[in-house]
């Protein structure tokens, strides 16, 4: 069962969000708040498995809480989803930053709103399909959230460690990787919690844009699809 807090501060959304996700039969809504103090609080009480946050919210911003849910200094670190009417430059690489998992519009398809969820439950994470070659522009061009180089992190990362890096530029889970590499999950975890300080990075999707702007990745075109992956 994949336990869901939702944070928003408009009644409908949440109540929406709550009826959706509360439908399906592997999803448990555990907790709703209206304002981003409220969110962190029944965050660190409820410990979900995936936070949804708006953005713009009384008390503290969904970029504030999720920087305090899925940080860096989090423990534990809970997964975020952000699911805001805004794809202002500002949110969305500040989202980022925080080290969400995923970021969707609201105008998102419900069954696309669920699917996101569940992926970023299982470890993957999820960025709206219209955003994701502005993302990837972005960061090539900005070269600010990792300042560490291609050239650099090939004498920092062991053989075992660019060999996950390449796996989670591919979509795979922890999981995943662990049955492609014949490892436990414990072990992909444990390369993974050494390998994103090496980078300069703070999060599993923050790695993989590291990877294609440093080029060990090749670019997506126009018909490649947005998933990333994301924390786990």
Known sequence: MIRVLIADDQHLVRAGLSVLLGAEADVEVVGV???GTEALRLARELVPDVACLD?????????????ELC????????????????DVDEYLFGALEAGVSGFLLKDTEPDAIV???RQVAAGRGTIDQTL??????????RRRLHPVTAERA???????EHEILLLL???????????????????????????????GVRSRL?????????RVVAVPGPAVGATATGSS
């Open 132 to 141: 994701t070659r502005r993302i990837m522009r972005e960061f090539v061009q």
């Open 33 to 35: 708040a209206a304002d």
């Open 115 to 117: 699917h996101a969820v």
């Open 71 to 86: 940080g860096p200094d989090a423990d534990p670190a809970i997964p975020v989803l952000v699911l805001t009417t805004f």
């Open 206 to 214: 923050q790695a993989v844009v590291w990877a294609y702007q440093n």
């Open 55 to 67: 953005i713009r919210m009384p008390g503290r911003s969904g970029i504030e809480v999720a920087a």
């Open 169 to 199: 530029a591919q979509g795979m889970s922890n999981d995943e990787i662990s049955k492609t590499l014949v490892v436990e999950v414990a072990t992909v975890k444990s390369h993974l919690a050494r390998m994103l300080p090496k980078l």
């Open 154 to 160: 090939g004498d920092l990362l062991t053989p075992r």
